[in-house]
């Protein structure tokens, strides 16, 4: 896997077949179904390459229905691009507006403002005296507006800057507070701002892991709550309202966490890969048992225990997704502690295991149980679970031109 760059996977938030996968360049593909049911034949059909988007760094789909083919990616020059994908038979894809930062570093997230959306978030690496965190507006047209040779329009100014001289490597929209954003750092921190401050100080902030905070999202189900990753192993969930503690932290495995992603479409669950892992693992979080204080109540006056859980815990959910499951039996130990109660640990071995080590992974928006992976090599593997006795699996790989070989259909 040396010398390969990472690939970006992730579906349409508004085609439901439809996915883009981001690496040297952005592809666009489609799942097409033929034939019953018993004897299903589907197709990958490689809609449209944009070639203009090149060696990017992230990249996600913009939520705007007027904006359907559209997405924003982050480039190693910091830049954040509005690109586009062609229709068949239509117009051509290509880079619409460029959002240039004061001083070059690497953009390693984006995030589009699910309520404004026009807002859109990038973090960026440190430099001295600049800021790492800025939002612009896709709608934003300057006084004398630049072009590139392209004919992309460039944006120059930033409708808000934060986090001064700290690298931000990660950053999510606070469900239900447009205004507000919170970023991982690399200096270990969580922050949380607020857009509608005067100053650029974060309203809310804690030293979340031992190393840098790569990766921040919210439960889709409950908007106080907040998955972060480092790479120590440790998956941390938080309470916004009350960020001293992490509600509970789960223990992967050792090693370094790649990603995260909340399920949106089953309550609680919550994927994880790892560096040159074949596997997505899947915790079920409300098997803690967790309580999520009410806004009426107090936090500090009523601490909850912090709870461990060192192997994902068991569900028929993640049964379904399990090409083996071994089951061991469930301990739970209580030894004294003076400020919190005993960590609970959940044993259950489970979790989808893939062709080859997975570079990213996508929950589908809307259909329930189906899940999307892809390698740094070009394996993409989606699977798709309609039931706890009946699930399956295709697979297709991309070349070096990613071009794609045919593809098998697995049924368990």
């Not at 229905?65 to 051509?92: D, H, I, M, R, Y």
């Not at 192993?233 to 309470?239: P, Y």
Request: charged share 20%.
């Amino acid at each position: 896997m040396a010398g390969q760059r990472r690939k970006l996977v992730e579906w349409s938030p508004h085609w439901p077949e439809r996915f883009a996968i981001g690496s040297a360049d952005l592809r666009l593909y489609e799942i097409s179904v033929e034939g019953k049911t018993s004897r299903k034949k589907r197709n990958i059909n490689l809609i449209s390459v944009n070639s203009d988007v090149q060696s990017l760094k992230c990249f996600q789909w913009s939520p705007d229905v007027t904006l359907s083919n559209a997405v924003a990616a982050g480039l190693p020059s910091g830049k954040v691009v509005l690109a586009t994908f062609s229709e068949p038979g239509g117009g051509g894809g290509g880079v619409v507006k460029e959002f240039v930062p004061r001083n070059s570093r690497p953009c390693s997230a984006v995030a589009w403002n699910p309520v404004y959306q026009n807002h859109l978030a990038a973090a960026l690496g440190k430099v001295r005296c600049d800021f790492s965190t800025l939002v612009w507006d896709v709608h934003q047209i300057g006084p004398s507006p630049t072009m590139t040779e392209g004919g992309a329009e460039t944006v120059m100014r930033p409708m808000g800057e934060l986090n001064m001289s700290e690298a931000t490597v990660a950053l999510a929209w606070v469900p239900g507070q447009p205004s507000c954003l919170a970023t991982g750092t690399g200096a270990r921190w969580l922050r949380i701002y607020d857009l509608r401050s005067s100053d650029a100080t974060a309203r809310k902030s804690v030293l979340a892991h031992s190393k840098g905070v790569y990766g921040v999202s919210f439960d889709p189900f409950h908007d106080r709550r907040l998955a972060t990753f480092s790479d120590d192993g440790d998956i941390k969930v938080w309470d916004v309202r009350k960020l001293r503690d992490p509600l509970f932290t789960i223990h992967t495995g050792g090693k370094s966490v790649m990603q995260i992603a909340w399920c949106p479409t089953r309550s609680g669950i919550l994927a994880s890969i790892a560096k040159d892992d074949r596997f997505v693992k899947l915790w079920d979080t409300k098997d803690s048992s967790i309580h999520i204080a009410s806004e009426s109540s107090d936090a500090a006056t009523s601490p909850e225990p912090l709870r461990e859980f060192s192997r994902p815990c068991r569900c028929n959910f993640l049964r379904t997704f399990a090409h083996t499951t071994h089951h061991t039996p469930h301990t739970t130990h209580h030894t004294p502690h003076t400020t919190h109660h005993t960590p609970h640990t959940t044993q259950c071995k489970t979790a989808y295991e893939a062709t080859e080590a997975v570079s990213w992974v996508s929950w589908h928006p809307t259909r329930e149980y189906r899940l999307l992976t892809v390698s740094t090599s070009g394996f993409v593997e989606v699977r798709d679970n309609t039931s706890i006795s009946e699930h399956e699996q295709f697979t297709f790989k991309l070349t070096a031109k990613q071009r794609l070989f045919p593809f098998t259909n697995l049924f368990r």
